[in-house]
């Protein structure tokens, strides 16, 4: 399973950025669970949010609850975090990540395929 991750760079606070991650290995994508991780300078790798092979299961980050929004394309094997009213403390590197399970587990060490992440910079 190969990740993908796109669409990250700069913004100015209050701004919004897409970030798409497209999934490839001639995996069955319906199957597994995604999920957006972020990890800024000398902090620990944190969930961000994450979405179940149907779409049905759906959870945030409290940080970022009523700002991003992430979705899926199964047709297409893409999941997009729509970044909205961004901040400073929204910088950092963003990783999307896969597994195989049923839910979007917020513990990282859950997820088994990691993409090469995405630089986000929001300045104010």
């Known amino acids: 399973v190969q990740l993908q991750a796109s669409g990250g760079g700069s913004a100015q606070a209050g701004d919004s950025l897409r970030l798409s991650c497209a999934v490839s290995g001639g995996v069955t994508f319906r199957w597994y669970t995604m999920a957006w991780f972020r990890q800024a300078p000398g902090k620990e790798r944190e969930f961000v949010g994450g979405i179940s092979g149907s779409g049905f299961n759906i959870d945030y980050a409290d940080s970022v609850k009523g700002r991003f929004t992430i979705s899926r394309d199964n047709a297409n094997g893409t999941v997009s975090l729509q970044m909205n009213s961004l901040k400073p403390e929204d910088t950092a590197v963003y990783y999307c990540?896969?597994?195989?399970?049923?839910?979007?587990?917020?513990?990282?060490?859950?997820?088994?395929?990691w993409g090469q992440g995405t630089q986000v910079t929001v300045s104010s």
């Open positions: 990540a896969a597994d195989s399970g049923s839910y979007p587990w917020k513990q990282d060490n859950l997820y088994a395929y």
